[in-house]
Structures are given as structure tokens and as C-alpha cells.
């Protein structure tokens, strides 16, 4: 499996400072990173069916292309110099939440590091279509951190893992054991048992008692299920205060319960 790690940029400080994260990972595992930056033409923007409709000067496109590129060679070379790891980078053409995936799923990328809010502001009322896109498409796992939890210090001393029972929540525990053995860090495994009304206020009330550095768990995308996993991972993306560490598995099905628990894992009520 590759030991490259794609790193998503587009120019603001926000998303540069996931950059610190992945290379922490990819210099303790022998890795690379991988820095993409995606150029949207101007043509290929919607217009309001009511605005006046203007043609794109390609001269400006070009030029706004032709920046995006300098600035990412030029990151590119000092995040090589400053963290001692193989860097290389790609400016793609097209729609962002499209072109990360392809670029992760071209390149076998073995993590994706992003943060869930960029250039665009304030994301939307679920993680901003970029990193929400990612995250439901990617067929690696992502470490995803909203603005505070990208703050976090990039040593890693304890993944928790949550886990619902099911044979898909199990899919993300080879994903989180790897972070975990690059650090030395340990694993704490989380199933609630029963599962109460509101598993979002436990888990929440969990993570502020046990301080982990990161929170692990699989995703099914948008929408809950009984399993309630499958749809809580957007809550605590959106908004925890710890990096998670997030993996779709896209061939398991969420709907029977499997009874799967970990070795030694941790059960709580």
C-alpha cells in the first residue's frame, strides 16, 4: 500500500495548517506527501439564471491558474525543507470535490488530510461540500479537522475508536491501529451499550472526560440508521475539537448487526 499522504490546498491559511498534520504522519511512517490544489475555470462556475451572463477572459483565467501553480511549487518546496519529508504536488483542473477523490484513488493515497472549512468560508450546515465530498467518496480513510481541532497538537498519544456492533463500524479499526502504531500511541474502543437516545451527547461527554487525540470511526454519509455510527460521523467532523479519523467502507452493508468487538476493547454504558 502506498505510504503517500494527499494533503488538499487552496491558498488559505485554514486549509494550509492541516500541512503540519500529514507531515508529522508521513515523516514517522517513511511517507511522502502529496499537495493538490484544484484551479476552477471561471467557465465552469454557475451563473443565476437572472444575471447578466458575461464570457470568462481567458487571459485572466490563465493568469489566476498560472498563480495558484506558482504558489503551490513554492509551498510545496518549503514544506519539504521545514519537515525533512518527499514532497510533491499537482495543481488539477476542475471542480475540487471531484478532482481530490480522483487524485486520492490515481495515486493509491494511503490517508487524505484536510481540514473542512477553505477559501469558501463558512462551510455549510454539514461539513462544506468539499471535505463532506471526500470524505463520502474517498476510498482511503480521511483525517478531517474543523478549525479548532487543527489546533491539536500533531504528537499522538490515544486514538478512540467508536464502534456500534456492526461489520461496517469494524471496517475503520486496521485504519486507526496504523496512526496509532505510527505514533506509539494507544487505542481506546468505544461501543455503547445499550445505545442511549442521544449517542452524539455520550460521545461528546466520552471524548471531554478521556482527552484523545484523535477520534476513529466509519462512515455510511449523510442520513442516520439504527446503527447510529453511519451518520453521526458529520456531527463530530463538523464540530469536535479532535482531529477524526474517518473511512466509508464502500462493499459492507450497515443494516445487519454483526455483534463485531474488537479484542479488549472498551465497552460503555
Request: charged residues 20%.
Amino acid at each position: 500500500m502506498s505510504a503517500e499522504l494527499l494533503v488538499p490546498l487552496d491558498g488559505s491559511t485554514l486549509a494550509d495548517e492541516a500541512v503540519a498534520h500529514a507531515a508529522e504522519i508521513a515523516r514517522r511512517i517513511d511517507g511522502s506527501l502529496r499537495l493538490v490544489r484544484v484551479h476552477t475555470p471561471l467557465n465552469m462556475f454557475v451563473v443565476p439564471t437572472d444575471a447578466a451572463v458575461s464570457i470568462p477572459d481567458p487571459i485572466v483565467d490563465e493568469q489566476l491558474r498560472a498563480d495558484a501553480e506558482e504558489w503551490l511549487s513554492r509551498r510545496a518546496h518549503a514544506v519539504s525543507t521545514l519537515n525533512d519529508v518527499p514532497v510533491t504536488f499537482e495543481l488539477r483542473i476542475g471542480m475540487p470535490e471531484a478532482e481530490i477523490v480522483l487524485a486520492s484513488s490515481e495515486r493509491h493515497s494511503r490517508l487524505v488530510v484536510l481540514t473542512t472549512r477553505g477559501a469558501g468560508g463558512a462551510a455549510s450546515s454539514w461539513l462544506g461540500s468539499v471535505a463532506d465530498s471526500v470524505i463520502r467518496h474517498a476510498k482511503c480513510p480521511v483525517l478531517a479537522m474543523s478549525p479548532e481541532a487543527v489546533k491539536c497538537d500533531v504528537h499522538l498519544r490515544q486514538v478512540l475508536v467508536l464502534l456500534d456492533g456492526s461489520e461496517a463500524s469494524s471496517a475503520i479499526i486496521p485504519h486507526a491501529v496504523w496512526l496509532a502504531n505510527a505514533f506509539g500511541a494507544e487505542i481506546d474502543y468505544l461501543r455503547l451499550i445499550p445505545p442511549p437516545e442521544n449517542p452524539a451527547a455520550a460521545i461528546r461527554e466520552y471524548i471531554t472526560r478521556t482527552r484523545p487525540d484523535v477520534v476513529a470511526l466509519a462512515t455510511h454519509g449523510r442520513g442516520f440508521t439504527r446503527l447510529f455510527l453511519g451518520g453521526i460521523a458529520d456531527e463530530l467532523v463538523r464540530t469536535g475539537n479532535r482531529p477524526t479519523l474517518v473511512f466509508r467502507p464502500h462493499d459492507i452493508s450497515w443494516t445487519k448487526d454483526e455483534n463485531v468487538a474488537p479484542p479488549a476493547s472498551r465497552h460503555a454504558s
